[in-house]
């Protein structure tokens, strides 16, 4: 019995296979956070300390609040574009502020129930989305290419090789970390000359402090920052929801999305009272602890923190050795790795409905313009509405037939009845050539909407005007009590 007990309330984290994939993932993960923390700090104006302490804080904190195991949160480009203009502006108090209020947003749209909104995220967005992310992050990695030293390119080289091959041998140490160490130490004992995460910004040399934001707290200070906090909130749980799916999908479970948009917002707040620029999942960092290190519990995440503010307040001298062509190859292979190559393959495409191609290629292109992945995911799901309202526009059908005696018309209607397919509605009776009576039946149809009760109505009020009756029946209970409330009451014009 005491061995049931202590299997069951034991933490998985705690078995010695689990704990060891664990740790290395969280030192691989803070290693690739470094010199994408950074690069965030650079992208919203303000110093690298302050996108450093953001991920510190944020992954820490999202261990323990988050509702998704094993995905990583921290300072993200997505929110760097939002609060780049304010920092600029108004300075670094003014963005903590946003942060701290865009996180408290977060946590009342967690309370209102936003994260149940996922479930109108079809499947070719989320496939645009995971094809520009990778994009996105193959690109980020190209200014590191560009105009270097000609060792770099033999480096990315043999880092790739590394994350390519090892595995098929051992899969006891994660691959990335292997080719950063390696590439690490040859750098150091051939004493090259090449790019390192030194040469991307000063590291910190101290823990972060907390603090109030240094603002004045007045009106004036919440009208100017509002517009940011609420984009630093929508954007952040737009990426971090789509981030918790796309991780469900690759461990085959399910996470709590109401528990993950709340855990956001509580990171955010953290992190601003300690001097952090915010942000929210990074899909390419939560792919190297799920895809490529196999971790699968909060125990990385939190690893991932600690090891980053270890690595550069600790060891920043030894953090600064790291080649950049070391974390460019790991990020080349997460960007490979994360794109749906299924979705772009010619059988795939001759197979698929031209309309979830073109929300795909919406989604990605919209992306890729924007450099914000909320704008792309925005404009996939409102083309995918499109879309749909066109092709169920044409699903209502009206057949009729005239009873023996000649005096009535019965018209049956079938299909969804709502603003698109209801508009055609009115065109498909025959008002002048129809006998006095007119039955319309609607046993095989639904009411969704106003529209469609206002289009009966019209039906209705054109053969009354030709002194003929209408009778509707067969409606369902819900049509039923939509359009006994509704009927009568919606002409236009008044």
Known sequence: MSALLSAVGRPS????????????????????????????????????????????????????????????????????????????EHGLGYLIAAVIL????????AVLGVARLMRFIPRSVMVGFVNALAILIFMAQVPHLIGVPWLVYPMVAVA?????????????????????????????????????????????????VFGLPDVPFTLATLQLIAP????????????????????DDITDTRSNKTRESWGQGVANIVTGFFGGMGGCAMIGQTMINVKASGARTRLSTFLAGVFLLVLVVA????????????????????????????????????????????????????TLVSHNLAIGVLLGVLTAMVIFA???????????????DGTTRIYSVHGQLFFASSNDLVYQFDYADDPDNVVIDLSQ???????????????????????KTVDIVGLNEPSAVMHNTLAGTLKVGH
């Open 13 to 88: 984290w705690l078995s010695p296979k689990v704990l060891r994939t664990e740790v290395l993932a969280g030192l691989v993960v803070a290693l690739a956070l470094i010199p994408e923390a950074i690069s965030f700090s650079i992208l919203a104006g303000v110093d690298p300390r302050v996108g450093l302490f953001a991920s510190f804080t944020m992954a820490v904190t999202i261990a323990f609040c988050g509702g998704r195991p094993a995905m990583i949160t921290a300072a993200t480009g997505a929110v760097a574009l939002v609060v780049a203009p304010l920092a600029k």
């Open 102 to 109: 865009g996180g408290l947003i977060q946590v009342l749209l």
């Open 315 to 366: 060891l920043g001298d030894v953090v600064a050795l790291i080649p950049m062509a070391a974390l460019v190859a790991v990020m080349i292979i997460v960007s490979v790795a994360t794109f749906d190559w299924h979705s772009i393959a010619p059988a795939t495409l001759k197979r698929m409905p031209w309309g979830e191609t073109i929300v795909m290629v919406t989604t990605v292109a919209a």
């Open 160 to 208: 790739l090789a590394i994350m390519v091959f090892l595995p098929r041998v051992t899969t006891a140490v994660p691959a990335p970390l292997v080719a950063i160490i390696a590439l690490t130490v040859l750098t150091a004992v051939a004493q090259l000359t090449v790019p390192n995460v030194g040469d991307e910004g000063t590291l910190p040399d101290s823990l972060p």
């Open 445 to 467: 149809a639904h009411i969704w909407d106003a529209s469609s009760v206002a289009a009966l109505d019209a039906i209705t009020t054109k053969y009354a005007a030709r002194g």
């Open 390 to 404: 066109r092709r169920v526009a044409h699903l209502a059908e009206v057949t009729s037939v005239l009873d023996p």
């Open 228 to 247: 940011y906090a609420l984009g630093i909130a929508l954007v952040g749980l737009l990426e971090s929801l789509m981030t918790a799916k796309l991780v």
